[in-house]
């Protein structure tokens, strides 16, 4: 049998489960642990290396769901046939080629920018020296869900902005979204069905595809997620984004959302609300979060501020019904979060002391002021239309005088990149000659000479007409 040779490092900037995982999936795939080999045993492995049980299982779960390993009853882990490394061959090895300059034109139509041109550098840079100089104690080791300080920050902004209600110690912290999806992911192990809407955001898929997990595609109607095929797809989780539906711009209504939480009390089942674009509405104030309208505690609740900061902040959080909450402090209580502890008490003083809230509404006027001259200097295209632009920082785009490949083949002629809907559909039709348009980073003082080249690009009647 296998033995293992490593050493774990609770300081580390991954947490001990994956450093476990990715160290038997690295000997796996070298050959190191050969096909059929039987691995130390769970115990064995805990008594080792001095880690819970919860911290080797979550390993293990990685393994099998990634098929590094296989589990035979009463007999245990064994290494599964996967292709090894080889030694290099003698041909010389090829650089890689450098990437192709990408103009900043390019970029001006791209969902993911943001102006940080409102940013608050003085005062966010203020709170750092303060921070810093005068809390040395947060050099040491941190908790599995974040500072105090955030997590209570955190649960009046929410329950006041958005009528969340949590406890602040349910309240997870984590560098980026991917990291807690990730999660939750071990969280519900590899036997739960997902449920995505279609079109939707591709991230979540993605890493459901990297971990071999069961994906359903729901369509999208007038008032978001079908609920209907979402209830006769015999998914166990169903993600979402009701606030403001990427990419068709789609508010779901209370109706709607009330018929989906049923959904999930009836069967046991849960919802990732991932509440996309909430902090800017153009039309009103916004509905409350799902999770605000849950009584059973079937929502789980994520937000970011990658997307209202700066993309380079990656801090994010989820709010986790108590169930989760005891499975995560089970699987993940040894651990310590992925997020420096003085970015976190910078952020719950940015918080509390009422910088962010300024910034939303001075980056929100920004945003609607933008948003209203795009649409004004898009009005002077002959066929365009817009829908999906009462709130966030995009909307969807129609031409049909021509056809989606057209309309981005002619863009990028004048140096514009532009995403076609297509790319974001999955099993449904995407809707003809139709295009996403970010907003975020394109400056305002541009636009009308954008919209000219558009203008430009577009002016004859299309030959490829759906």
Same mark, same amino acid.
């Given at each position: 049998?296998?033995?293992?040779?490593?050493?774990?490092?609770?300081?580390?900037?991954?947490?001990?489960?994956?450093?476990?995982?990715?160290?038997?999936?690295?000997?796996?795939?070298?050959?190191?642990?050969?096909?059929?080999?039987?691995?130390?045993?769970?115990?064995?492995?805990?008594?080792?290396?001095?880690?819970?049980?919860?911290? /080797?299982?979550?390993?293990?779960?990685?393994?099998?769901?990634?098929?590094?390993?296989?589990?035979?009853?009463?007999?245990?882990?064994?290494?599964?046939?996967?292709?090894?490394?080889?030694?290099?061959?003698?041909?010389?090895?090829?650089?890689?080629?450098?990437?192709?300059?990408?103009?900043?034109?390019?970029?001006?139509?791209?969902?993911?920018?943001?102006?940080?041109?409102?940013?608050?550098?003085?005062?966010?840079?203020?709170?750092?020296?303060?921070?810093?100089?005068?809390?040395?104690?947060?050099?040491?080791?941190?908790?599995?869900?974040?500072?105090?300080?955030?997590?209570?920050?955190?649960?009046?902004?929410?329950?006041?902005?958005?009528?969340?209600?949590?406890?602040?110690?349910?309240?997870?912290?984590?560098?980026?979204?991917?990291?807690?999806?990730?999660?939750?992911?071990?969280?519900?192990?590899?036997?739960?069905?997902?449920?995505?809407?279609?079109?939707?955001?591709?991230?979540?898929?993605?890493?459901?595809?990297?971990?071999?997990?069961?994906?359903?595609?729901?369509?999208?109607?007038?008032?978001?997620?079908?609920?209907?095929?979402?209830?006769?797809?015999?998914?166990? /989780?169903?993600?979402?984004?009701?606030?403001?539906?990427?990419?068709?711009? /789609?508010?779901?209504?209370?109706?709607?959302?009330?018929?989906?939480?049923?959904?999930?009390?009836?069967?046991?089942?849960?919802?990732?609300?991932?509440?996309?674009?909430?902090?800017?509405?153009?039309?009103?104030?916004?509905?409350?979060?799902?999770?605000?309208?849950?009584?059973?505690?079937?929502?789980?609740?994520?937000?970011?501020?990658?997307?209202?900061?700066?993309?380079?902040?990656?801090?994010?959080?989820?709010?986790?019904?108590?169930?989760?909450?005891?499975?995560?402090?089970?699987?993940?209580?040894?651990?310590?979060?992925?997020?420096?502890?003085?970015?976190?008490?910078?952020?719950?003083?940015?918080?509390?002391?009422?910088?962010?809230?300024?910034?939303?509404?001075?980056?929100?006027?920004?945003?609607?002021?933008?948003?209203?001259?795009?649409?004004?200097?898009?009005?002077?295209?002959?066929?365009?239309?817009?829908?999906?632009?009462?709130?966030?920082?995009?909307?969807?785009?129609?031409?049909?005088?021509?056809?989606?490949?057209?309309?981005?083949?002619?863009?990028?002629?004048?140096?514009?990149?532009?995403?076609?809907?297509?790319?974001?559909?999955?099993?449904?039709?995407?809707?003809?000659?139709?295009?996403?348009?970010?907003?975020?980073?394109?400056?305002?003082?541009?636009?009308?000479?954008?919209?000219?080249?558009?203008?430009?690009?577009?002016?004859?009647?299309?030959?490829?007409?759906?």
């Amino acid at each position: 049998m296998y033995h293992l040779n490593l050493t774990l490092d609770p300081a580390g900037k991954k947490p001990m489960y994956e450093q476990l995982y990715r160290f038997l999936a690295d000997e796996i795939r070298s050959g190191v642990i050969g096909s059929g080999e039987r691995l130390p045993s769970k115990r064995a492995l805990c008594a080792q290396l001095g880690v819970s049980r919860s911290t /080797v299982e979550a390993a293990c779960d990685l393994l099998l769901a990634e098929g590094y390993a296989v589990s035979r009853p009463r007999s245990g882990f064994f290494a599964a046939d996967v292709l090894t490394q080889t030694a290099p061959t003698e041909q010389p090895a090829r650089k890689p080629a450098p990437p192709e300059p990408v103009s900043r034109e390019e970029d001006l139509f791209s969902t993911s920018a943001v102006d940080v041109s409102q940013f608050p550098y003085a005062s966010w840079a203020k709170l750092y020296r303060e921070v810093i100089y005068h809390s040395p104690a947060l050099l040491q080791r941190g908790g599995a869900q974040g500072e105090p300080e955030l997590q209570q920050a955190l649960a009046r902004l929410l329950s006041e902005y958005r009528s969340v209600r949590c406890d602040p110690e349910q309240i997870v912290v984590g560098s980026g979204l991917e990291t807690l999806l990730s999660q939750l992911i071990t969280l519900f192990g590899p036997k739960t069905v997902y449920a995505l809407e279609d079109p939707g955001y591709p991230f979540l898929e993605r890493t459901l595809r990297a971990r071999e997990r069961a994906i359903r595609y729901i369509p999208l109607d007038g008032d978001g997620m079908d609920a209907a095929a979402l209830e006769a797809s015999h998914a166990d /989780v169903a993600y979402l984004t009701p606030s403001h539906q990427f990419p068709m711009g /789609v508010t779901m209504p209370a109706s709607r959302r009330s018929r989906l939480l049923r959904w999930a009390e009836a069967g046991d089942r849960w919802i990732i609300e991932d509440d996309y674009d909430s902090e800017f509405r153009y039309g009103g104030r916004p509905l409350s979060s799902m999770q605000g309208m849950d009584r059973a505690e079937r929502v789980i609740y994520t937000g970011t501020f990658s997307r209202s900061l700066a993309p380079s902040i990656r801090l994010a959080f989820m709010v986790l019904p108590h169930a989760l909450l005891e499975r995560f402090r089970a699987v993940f209580g040894r651990e310590q979060t992925t997020v420096s502890r003085y970015e976190q008490t910078v952020m719950a003083r940015f918080l509390d002391e009422g910088f962010y809230s300024r910034y939303l509404r001075r980056v929100g006027l920004l945003y609607a002021r933008r948003r209203d001259a795009l649409l004004e200097a898009l009005r002077g295209i002959d066929g365009v239309t817009v829908s999906g632009a009462g709130g966030g920082i995009h909307f969807l785009l129609t031409n049909p005088r021509w056809t989606e490949a057209e309309l981005i083949e002619k863009a990028a002629a004048r140096g514009l990149r532009l995403a076609g809907l297509s790319s974001l559909c999955r099993t449904v039709p995407a809707l003809a000659s139709t295009l996403i348009v970010g907003y975020g980073g394109l400056p305002t003082a541009r636009i009308p000479e954008i919209a000219q080249k558009l203008r430009e690009a577009w002016a004859e009647n299309g030959q490829g007409r759906p």
